[in-house]
């Protein structure tokens, strides 16, 4: 099946930092990306969706400042959480799909610890 | 709006027990999408099953079945002769016809006791 990679699978920073997590599609062209939170126990909360070429769109109560998507091509999303703090640790996954098959692969998830 | 409903926090059964892990959704759409993954404690997502809104036929796969049924907004799923590696935490997701917005249950964790 489709593949999708993100990177990196564990990172942990200083508070006040940024961090760039990537999301890959290897084997097939994502024309939307999804990105999710997981806190511990808890199910996925959908932060953005982006399709290739524009900006993202957010959910309703996530910064778009604090969270900046990019999805430059139609096989990379990047998430950057910029000035990272301690209550944004937390669970990261993306997932991407191609609008045809509408079936939804999802990343390893990336595990963000602030310290 | 949209709503998926997982009322089932965890479930414990044994080995070799029938087990079925509920979900009922919410939509106002005619045409939409249903979907289960596996979350094992490893963290990823696995996928399992995709079933469109016009399409009610039950689906076995080994000793994994869904019951869909659109008159009770059910999508249900039965995991007969379980087995410890099924031990993980399983969602419910609905998905708009355009699969541009996917909404998640709260998910059921799923203990399978040797």
């Known amino acids: 099946g489709a593949v999708v990679s993100q990177h990196p699978s564990w990172v942990i920073c200083k508070s006040g930092t940024s961090v760039k997590i990537e999301c890959r599609s290897l084997d097939f062209q994502a024309t939307t990306m999804f990105w999710y939170r997981q806190f511990p126990k808890q199910s996925l909360m959908l932060m953005a969706t982006?399709?290739?070429?524009?900006?993202?769109?957010?959910e309703q109560g996530v910064e778009k400042d604090k969270f900046l998507i990019n999805h430059a091509s139609l096989t990379l999303s990047t998430l950057t959480v910029t000035s990272a703090h301690p209550e944004d640790s937390s669970f990261y996954i993306c997932s991407a799909s191609t609008r045809n098959t509408g079936e939804l692969f999802f990343g390893e998830g990336s595990r963000l610890t602030v310290l | 709006a949209q709503k998926v409903t997982q009322a089932q926090t965890e479930i414990s059964v044994v080995e070799k027990e029938d087990v079925t892990l509920d979900c009922v959704y919410e939509t106002r759409d005619t045409t939409y999408y249903l979907f289960w993954y596996k979350q094992p404690p490893s963290g990823e997502l696995v996928f399992l099953i995709r079933?469109?809104?016009?399409?009610?036929q039950n689906e076995i796969s080994g000793r994994y079945s869904w019951n869909f049924q659109k008159s009770t907004s059910s999508f249900n799923f039965t995991i007969t002769a379980s087995q410890v590696v099924d031990s993980a935490v399983y969602f419910c997701?609905?998905?708009?016809?355009?699969?541009?917005?996917?909404?998640f249950g709260s998910g059921t964790k799923l203990n399978v006791k040797p």
């Open positions: 982006s399709n290739e070429g524009s900006k993202a769109t957010y």
């Open positions: 997701a609905l998905s708009e016809a355009d699969f541009n917005k996917f909404y």
């Open positions: 079933r469109n809104s016009f399409d009610e």
